[in-house]
């Protein structure tokens, strides 16, 4: 969907447009999920807060002033919820296999055995993170914004979005290495 549709639905959100609003829940509800859940680790509590984040889309759809792209504004109202749930709640994880899906059915089971260790390494590797450098490593590369969006989505410049995907990156990588590895 185009940002142009967005702001389009946008308007029609604001003038109570139930149509518009299931459109664009459809069109963004799961990607909005996705990243809640990759931030707060916890589906129950993921699927709550993206059904906050889209009443905030009704409620507030006539305050979107356009200086973004709607995509943009809407990641924002979502991690801004993730990190007030994170504050107020100590989170529990999500196996990373939920996270990707299942396995291929042409594997061999010795390749899903590697497969799964090399998951349950990285996922403790992104386990290790703070909620900040998971955010930018979400929105980068599973979600695609740029790192001007990204600075826009956390309410922050977009220096400190660079410094914080230097360290998530460096981080990552440390503790990768660092994991025991049975290989």
């Known amino acids: 969907m185009s940002d142009a549709d967005d702001r389009g639905l946008l308007e029609r959100i604001a003038a109570r447009d139930k149509t518009a ?8 509800g799961s990607g909005v999920h996705r990243f809640v859940r990759d931030l707060v680790r916890d589906d129950g509590l993921a699927e709550e807060l993206t ?10 759809a006539g305050k979107y002033g356009g200086r973004s792209r709607a995509r943009t504004w809407v990641f924002g109202i979502a991690h801004h919820k993730a990190i007030d749930a994170l504050r107020k709640r100590r989170t529990t994880f999500v196996p990373l296999d939920d996270l990707l899906g299942v396995t291929s059915g042409a594997e061999t089971p010795e390749e899903a055995v590697l497969r799964a260790d090399d998951r349950r390494r990285l996922d403790a590797a992104l386990t290790s993170l703070s909620a900040e450098h998971r955010a930018v490593l979400e929105l980068t590369y599973v979600e695609g914004f740029s790192q001007k969006e990204i600075a826009e989505i956390v309410d922050v410049p977009v220096a400190t979005v660079k410094t914080r995907a230097f360290y998530a990156k460096q981080r990552l990588r440390d503790a990768l290495a660092t994991a025991e ?3």
């Open 21 to 28: 609003f299931e459109t664009f829940f459809r069109a963004h």
């Open 181 to 183: 590895h049975p290989r």
């Open 51 to 60: 059904s906050d984040v889209m009443v905030e889309v009704w409620r507030n």
